[in-house]
């Protein structure tokens, strides 16, 4: 059973709608929850988050965690055509150094 | 910069040949990683190494065998090619505990003809 959900698995968008990406998680001891964008080659990174409540933001991009509710959701706000990519949602597990990754959304923002 | 750098970004082989995947990271860091993504699929890990000779078995590693003899450098094994091998291989690197996180490599597109 997957530990890691993302929803959607795939969204298409018109430029400047506004998403909100899924990622729900049922780990043991759970450390961090990291969001990556992956275009056509390497994911990079974009958030790590570790405390509920508190929203990390980059220009356009936030994300914030609930370790109540074990979930997190990724917002991009005003979307550009260069929005367009697979968003990775990742959990890091005391005690194991592999991340545990949901399968991805894949976002597609038309002009 | 930082980087984990992979030797080829496109790479055709034909099925039955031995193939290698190379990774070479400059962070000095203890684990290495080794993913295929396929598309509906996400990534699924076919092997990690958290030290030099150390590796670990992941959730795929049948067809495939690795290499750590150095701790920068982490390497892929093909033994033979098969056409359900044609995929996008991504290696990672963390520090011990990888509580911040991989640094990816670009990408190897492998299509196994």
């Known amino acids: 059973e997957d530990k890691v959900v993302q929803s959607p698995l795939s969204l298409v968008v018109h430029e400047g709608d506004t998403v909100t990406l899924n990622c729900s998680y049922e780990?043991?001891?759970?450390?961090?929850l990291l969001w990556y964008k992956q275009e056509k080659k390497a994911p990079t990174f974009l958030f790590m988050l570790?405390?509920?409540?508190i929203e990390k933001k980059s220009g356009r991009l936030s994300s914030i965690l609930d370790k109540k509710e074990l979930f997190s959701i990724l917002n991009i706000t005003a979307t550009q055509t260069g929005d367009s990519a697979i968003y990775l949602c990742?959990?890091?597990?005391?005690?194991?150094?592999?991340?545990?990754f949901g399968k991805g959304t894949k976002l597609t923002v038309n002009p | 910069d930082v980087k984990v750098t992979q030797s080829s970004r496109y790479l055709v082989k034909r099925t039955g040949e031995k193939v290698f995947l190379e990774c070479v990271q400059d962070?000095?860091?203890?684990?290495m990683f080794w993913y295929r993504q396929d598309p509906g699929l996400g990534l699924r890990l076919i092997y990690f190494?958290?030290?030099?000779?150390?590796?670990e078995k992941g959730d795929i590693p049948e067809g495939y065998s690795v290499s750590r003899e150095k701790k920068e450098r982490f390497s892929l094994i093909l033994e033979s090619a098969s056409t359900n091998q044609t995929s996008m291989y991504l290696c990672?690197?963390?520090?011990?505990?990888?509580?911040?996180?991989?640094?990816f490599g670009s990408g190897t597109r492998l299509t196994v003809v």
């Open positions: 990672a690197s963390s520090l011990r505990g990888g509580f911040y996180g991989y640094t």
């Open positions: 780990v043991t001891n759970f450390r961090s």
């Open positions: 570790t405390s509920s409540g």
């Open positions: 990742a959990v890091v597990e005391g005690g194991s150094e592999k991340l545990v």
């Open positions: 962070m000095d860091h203890e684990n």
């Open positions: 190494s958290y030290d030099v000779k150390m590796k």
